[in-house]
């Protein structure tokens, strides 16, 4: 047997290329020709061909590991272990010889001598458990090494999930995701100890562990030793008696195994397991928190979160984070909004639906004819599905008759989307996740991207890690994905687009320009060279205060790599310059081509679930859905004749005009759902001001929200797991998602209501499904011409633009740009200065952003105890520096004022921040960071400059803990290597290969814990 036939940690998440490419050969198994594909690995030949060779420690997306050596299998006359060996055409592979067939029972019977087959009373015995199907085929009816359970405790400290070393069958599963797919690097096993385990940080215990609760680990598993708190004493129908009782049916089927064998036993449970399926839903639904699009089954019994199971996602296969893994006990909470709410006097009234809409559709009526039409705002949810944002754009213009009409993208992207029009012509990435995981290069710009989307980011890690791709991070902050980078540097805040142009310029001056590209796909590039003059690398260096080595190495890098992408998210865009720095962004790659290929491209990070989607559907003053212009006389026609009605011409407003009109005494109602708009946008006492001058406000939301303080009707709606619908991820990719529960109490399902109130309002929409809305939709924009619900069934995507014939497109721009002449632009910019910068009074550099385990302002996150346990507080984090300054300590209170407000929080000091630039989490559900931020907005789009927020800070003379307690993964001490590292197994004097000697020694484990 050979060790080394390949490096256990050379594994893989792209899918192979598939027999009949030119790699294709065939292999003789078992006397069969199968198709193979030279190169592949072994197992996968033989996984396709129906022919079963047991494989414990094999998991597709983690590749080999070669821990548990079950898929022995014979190769010209050599035992070999099929899951690391790879296919030669013509090779001959037989998998039931003799010595192959003992090597494989071997190998599992190693298994049983860590791992107790109790299945009937297991919480994972629900037909996919890999330990107990092994047993099913190998037909083992005697264990052959006696079970020996491990020195250890059950690790209980997570909120999430717990360890059982004593079923933990050391696979290495788990450390391979959480090395190597997640790549935090929490989890090893320490081969060399006398009784190994799985070991978070190489000894903590996992609560004290920088453990994120990502849950690979879990999902990997291919038993019950790692298992979410939320399985146990629920999946099973005996599980949840009290342990004694449990241990004593153990002890009894033990007791008569040697008699009757595992045959029948295997055979109750699979009966037993086939009952739970009577009882246990599982669901295809979209993660409802951030802009990856992250996509899973979802187990509920009843209205029980039993887990979720991640594995054929588009955009994350089997990756979540701690939300989208851990993050759905809000739907259950108890003050969950179950009636509609009607204001009367300085408090509300529960009342009927009837009542509540007939009052919703009548002041609106009453007012749009009193004031007209725009005296009225809408404004959709990100949150919210694309059909829902369809409808209420239509309900807007067809019902309203206005195109006041806006979502939150106008918080965080619509300076992307602007830079993105401007130059190339589309508003969305220009290619996939796994454009960026290919990439030879990175480039982040302001973005967290570790915490504000971290499935995508693991791709960046992972990409780094094992491929050498290079990442290059600028931020103000250091964190993980800047601690990772191969360089790192910080900017002044609001100063990236000089050093983004000084690229350009640096590449055009230095014969670097990609000269071909820009001939044959890009205009204006004589007018945007000339525009480049003031940015030389000098002015950057000045401006930027970064030094001119660092620029200069960042550009030949730049323009060395052979495919490169940058993604950038609020760090860019809430500023004043949000537009000009995106712009900057695309233009740099024009000038270094790279777009149109893969691995290449823009990749602005969608923060919600459905941002992308919100804006796509039209829920924007200037666009019909698609971005097809309220101006364009041809898509107004069409959605004139498609709805019957006549449609509004004039200029709606945005959001952020909405909040001035209201001021102004312009706007005198509003319709806002599924968006705590007090909390999310900017100057929260300027919002909430606006809000009670309001005639009539009608909020729809599953909570009551810091906004429904001011409305006059709370409308209560369903999350996502409560209705049907499609998001669409930040690649542009639609997803369907599946209704998992009956919407709670009387809440409905937004699309419902805005039907409902449309209605009300005069109009006679009959959608009984949101596929009748995405239908109407695909008729009217070309965008989205080709969609159907039958073509996003199940785990099936499709990214847009979407062709007639349903023909979609992962990488944006292969033939063409989106412009008449289908050349992209180089778009030239002038440097103005931030609009706010510290001065003597307002001396620190407030800036904010998201946690990764909170979500934007915390209304669902902080409804579920195992995150808010981890993170139950506000903070603002100081630098070392600033902290000696003001004489402030972790744990400190301190007032932090700005020139629009002022709060009162506790300190961390930690060196992610530096010198007199502090960080606020934007997840406060009580104080937002936007009682300090102000009114300033991005000049192009109105995306309010959130990070250009200057604050005094008083010292307070009271301190408490850490505001992040022991519990957060933040205070852990992650133990990187190169994944299960198994060639230590391999060096163990008690180890010997399955079948190549039969005096093997088991490794030894210890006695079972009374
Ligand atoms: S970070 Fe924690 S939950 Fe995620 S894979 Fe690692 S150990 Fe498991
Ligand atoms: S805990 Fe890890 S090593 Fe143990 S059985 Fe599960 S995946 Fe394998
Ligand atoms: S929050 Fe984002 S990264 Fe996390 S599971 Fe949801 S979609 Fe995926
Ligand atoms: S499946 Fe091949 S060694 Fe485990």
Redesign the pocket.
């Known amino acids: 047997m050979d060790h080394t036939s390949d490096a256990p940690h050379a594994t893989r998440l792209a899918t192979l290329p598939a027999a009949g490419t030119q790699n294709s050969c065939k292999i003789d198994v078992n006397g069969f020709q199968v198709d193979a594909v030279d190169g592949e690995y072994l197992i996968e030949a033989i996984n396709r061909s129906g022919i079963q060779v047991p494989q414990v420690c094999y998991h597709t997306r983690l590749g080999p590991i070669q821990t548990c050596d079950t898929c022995m299998v014979d190769v010209g006359g050599k035992l070999v272990r099929a899951c690391a060996t790879k296919v030669t055409g013509g090779m001959t592979v037989v998998t039931e010889t003799v010595a192959a067939t003992a090597a494989q029972r071997e190998a599992y019977d190693r298994i049983l001598a860590n791992h107790v087959l109790y299945c009937t009373v297991c919480d994972n015995n629900n037909g996919n458990c890999t330990v107990h199907n092994t047993a099913a085929m190998l037909r083992v009816d005697h264990q052959t090494y006696p079970y020996r359970p491990k020195p250890y405790e059950k690790d209980m400290s997570n909120p999430f ?1 717990r360890y059982d070393p004593d079923q933990c069958i050391l696979c290495g599963r ?1 450390v391979e ?2 090395q190597n797919v ?1 790549v ?1 690097e ?2 090893s096993i320490r081969w060399e100890d006398e009784h190994p385990r799985v070991l ?1 940080d190489g000894g903590e215990t ?1 609560g004290g ?10 999902t990997v598993c291919p038993c019950n030793a790692l298992m979410e708190k939320s399985m146990l004493g629920h999946a099973g129908f005996f599980t949840k008696l009290p342990n004694d009782t449990l241990w004593g049916m153990i002890d009894i089927v033990k007791a008569v195994e040697p008699e009757i064998g595992y045959g029948p036993i295997l055979q109750l449970s699979e009966t037993e397991a086939a009952m739970r399926l009577a009882r246990v839903k599982k669901t295809k639904t979209v993660c409802t928190y951030c802009g990856v699009g992250c996509s899973f089954d979802i187990w509920t019994k009843d209205r029980h979160i039993l887990k979720v199971e991640p594995g054929e996602g588009a955009a994350n296969n089997i990756s979540t984070c701690v939300k989208g893994k851990f993050g759905w006990d809000y739907i259950n909470a108890e003050d969950r909004l179950t009636k509609p709410l009607i204001r009367e006097g300085e408090s509300f009234r529960e009342a009927s639906w009837d009542e509540a809409l007939e009052l919703v559709g009548r002041r609106l009526n009453e007012i749009k004819a009193q004031d007209g039409p725009d005296a009225i705002g809408y404004i959709s949810s990100s949150k919210c599905t694309n059909e829902e944002s369809y409808l209420m754009q239509k309900l807007a213009r067809a019902v309203g008759g206005t195109n006041n009409i806006d979502n939150c993208s106008r918080y965080c992207q619509s300076p992307a989307t602007q830079g993105l029009f401007r130059t190339v012509g589309y508003g969305g990435d220009s290619g996939s996740i796994s454009d960026i995981a290919q990439a030879k290069l990175v480039m982040i710009v302001g973005s967290n991207t570790a915490e504000a989307h971290p499935v995508l980011a693991t791709r960046v890690k992972r990409a780094q890690k094992l491929h050498g791709q290079k990442l290059i991070v600028a931020d103000l902050r250091q964190h993980e994905m800047a601690r990772r980078a191969d360089i790192f540097f910080r900017p002044n805040p609001g100063t990236d687009m000089v050093w983004l142009s000084a690229l350009s310029r640096y590449m055009f001056d230095n014969g670097l320009a990609k000269a071909e590209f820009l001939s044959q796909w890009v205009n204006d590039v004589d007018k945007y060279r000339e525009s480049l003059a003031p940015f030389t690398m000098e002015f950057a260096s000045r401006v930027c205060g970064v030094p001119m080595e660092t620029l200069t190495r960042v550009a030949k890098e730049f323009a060395a790599a052979e495919s490169a992408c940058i993604l950038w998210a609020m760090g860019v865009t809430q500023h004043c310059g949000g537009s000009d720095t995106s712009t900057a962004i695309s233009n740099l790659l024009l000038v270094t081509g790279n777009y149109m290929r893969p691995g290449t491209g823009a990749y602005p990070l969608r923060g919600h679930n459905n941002v992308q989607g919100a804006s796509d559907f039209g829920s924007m003053p200037a666009y019909f859905p698609g971005y097809e212009k309220i101006a364009d006389e041809e898509a107004f026609a069409r959605y004139e004749q498609g709805w019957g009605v006549k449609l509004p011409k004039n200029k709606g407003l945005d959001n952020h005009e909405m909040v001035e009109a209201v001021h102004a005494g312009k706007l005198k109602a509003m319709y806002l759902i599924g968006e705590d708009m007090y909390s999310a946008d900017s100057n929260a006492n300027y919002v909430g001001d606006a809000f009670s001058k309001l005639d009539f406000f009608v909020v729809e939301d599953c909570f009551f929200t810091l906004s429904c303080r001011y409305a006059d009707v709370v409308l209560p709606a369903s999350p996502s797991l409560e209705k049907d619908g499609t998001f669409t991820n930040t690649e542009r990719r639609i997803q369907r998602l599946y209704q998992a529960l009956e919407p709670l109490g009387e809440s409905r399902p937004d699309w419902q209501i805005i039907q409902d109130v449309a209605n009300r309002m005069g109009a006679k929409w009959a959608y009984s499904h949101p596929a009748d809305i995405m239908h109407e939709s695909a008729s009217l924009a070309p965008m989205f011409a080709g969609v159907t619900y039958d073509r996003l069934a199940g785990y099936e995507t499709l990214q847009w633009p979407i062709a007639v014939d349903g023909t979609d497109q992962p990488l944006l721009y292969t033939e063409r740009f989106n412009f008449p002449d289908g050349k992209a632009k180089l778009y030239p910019l002038e440097w103005i200065e931030p609009c706010e910068k510290v001065d003597d009074e307002f001396n620190v550099h407030l800036n904010n952003g998201r946690l990764l385990e909170h979500f934007h302002e915390g209304n669902m996150t902080y409804r579920v105890p195992g995150i808010h346990a981890e993170t139950p507080h506000g903070f603002v984090e100081v630098s070392p520096a600033l902290a000696s300054d003001l004489q402030l300590v972790t744990g400190q209170w301190v007032d932090v004022t700005s020139r629009n407000g002022e709060l009162r929080t506790q300190v961390v000091v930690t060196d992610r921040v530096h010198d007199k630039q502090a960080y606020m989490p934007l997840n406060r559900p009580m104080d937002p960071v936007n009682l300090l931020t102000g009114n300033k907005t991005d000049r192009a789009t109105h995306t309010p400059a959130y990070k250009e927020t200057t604050v005094k800070m008083k010292t307070l003379p009271w301190k408490g803990p850490d505001p992040l307690p022991p519990l957060n993964f933040r205070h852990g001490h992650p133990t990187p290597q190169r994944g299960v590292e198994v060639e230590r197994k391999w060096q163990r004097a008690d180890y010997r290969v399955p079948g190549s000697d039969n005096g093997l020694v088991q490794i030894q484990t210890g006695q079972r814990k009374g």
């Open positions: 999930y788990c995701a959480c997640q935090n929490t989890l978070w996992i562990s920088s453990c994120v609760s990502c849950g690979h680990c879990i």
